[in-house]
T-cell receptor, first 114, second 115 residues
Framework: GESVGLHLPTLSVQEGDNSIINCAYS??????FIWYKQESGKGPQFIID?????DKRQGQRVTVLLNKTVKHLSLQIAATQPGDSAVYFC?????????????FGTGTQLKVEL | DTGVSQDPRHKITKRGQNVTFRCDPI?????LYWYRQTLGQGPEFLTY????????KSRLLSDRFSAERPKGSFSTLEIQRTEQGDSAMYLC?????????????FGPGTRLTVT
């Protein structure tokens, strides 16, 4: 498959370790923050969302943390597996006055080493 | 496979030619989005439909770009007089729940190369 990110920031982790992917956002008016995963040759895939009035949300093996003070979002993946290897994008959605579009940030390439 | 299909998967064209891409969303999804993605970047929003109505267009969408969703089902994106700068992956996405419109299901994309 083709690579979707040739010069992306890269995070390399050992299989079984926890991964933390970070994202800085700019729009304080965003209502939701979302993480998407994009595997080589595929479109982005929704992982998890967090509403702007929350600071933490957990899913299956994933946790998203939101720090509005410093406009920072992180995705934590527990017990990282080879299938987690992909490019991860954070995205913002502003429902009032922002329509329904997603504004994506710069991705991070996660590489899982066996 | 998310259920969103795009055709063709790859398109090579010469500068100045017109191209048209098709997107078939998940059947019950009434919202359809087009994005453009270049290497190393996140997808950039182009336009959005709710049923057959085109409700929002990005400033990125120049006059050479036009999108339609005539029956509220499939959509087409046409680029006229292609330029080398149009080379990119064109992604289509659909969503169902208006309260969770940010949860979008993306197709595999159409890779456009303009020579």
């Amino acid at each position: 498959g083709e690579s979707v990110g040739l010069h992306l920031p890269t995070l390399s982790v050992q299989e079984g370790d926890n991964s933390i992917i970070n994202c800085a956002y700019s729009n304080s008016a965003s209502d939701y923050f979302i993480w998407y995963k994009q595997e080589s040759g595929k479109g982005p895939q929704f992982i998890i969302d967090i509403r702007s009035n929350m600071d933490k949300r957990q899913g299956q093996r994933v946790t998203v943390l939101l720090n509005k003070t410093v406009k920072h979002l992180s995705l934590q993946i527990a017990a990282t597996q080879p299938g987690d290897s992909a490019v991860y994008f954070c995205a913002e959605n502003r429902r009032r006055g922002g329509g329904n579009k997603l504004t994506f940030g710069t991705g991070t390439q996660l590489k899982v080493e066996l | 496979d998310t259920g969103v299909s795009q055709d063709p998967r790859h398109k090579i064209t010469k500068r100045g030619q017109n191209v048209t891409f098709r997107c078939d969303p998940i059947s019950e999804h009434n919202r359809l989005y087009w994005y453009r993605q270049t290497l190393g970047q996140g997808p950039e929003f182009l336009t959005y439909f709710q049923n057959e109505a085109q409700l929002e267009k990005s400033r990125l969408l120049s006059d050479r770009f036009s999108a339609e969703r005539p029956k509220g089902s499939f959509s087409t994106l046409e680029i006229q007089r292609t330029e080398q700068g149009d080379s990119a992956m064109y992604l289509c996405a659909s969503s169902l729940n208006p309260d969770r419109s940010y949860e979008q299901y993306f197709g595999p994309g159409t890779r456009l190369t303009v020579t």
